[in-house]
């Protein structure tokens, strides 16, 4: 079953940048409109940023001017990077086809855990 792997994450100081990385498992290459989600503890899954395979991007609210979704289709690779990093961006983070996008992947991945301590 294909899975997005993703990477990158860590424990970082309030206003710091990381930049996350989500490849496919496998050699499958599956170029299609993709999303970085983030599960806050407690907290329902939220979809973050959207970038379609003409690289058209959207994010929530919250993140607006500090994250920027990214491709390289070459590599197969999907990245997010996050700066000036705040408390409440503390999450693990995921990558996937956006709802009502094609699906890429059978499942979810381990996600990559980012903790932004104040």
């Known amino acids: 079953q294909v899975q997005p792997v993703e990477s990158g994450g860590g424990l970082v100081q309030a206003g710091a940048s990381l930049r996350l990385s989500c490849e496919t498992s496998?050699?499958?290459?599956?170029?299609?409109?993709m999303a970085w989600f983030r599960q806050a503890p407690g907290k329902e899954r939220e979809l973050v940023a959207t970038?379609?395979?003409?690289?058209?991007?959207t994010y929530v609210d919250s993140v607006k001017g500090r994250f920027t979704i990214s491709r390289d289709n070459a590599k197969n690779t999907v990245y997010l990077q996050m700066n000036s990093l705040k408390s409440e961006d503390t999450a693990v983070y995921y990558c996937?086809?956006?709802?009502?996008?094609?699906?890429?992947?059978?499942?979810w991945g381990q996600g990559t855990q980012v903790t932004v301590s104040s």
């Open positions: 970038i379609t395979t003409g690289g058209s991007t």
């Open positions: 996937n086809s956006p709802p009502g996008g094609f699906p890429c992947f059978g499942s």
């Open positions: 496998g050699d499958v290459k599956c170029i299609a409109d």
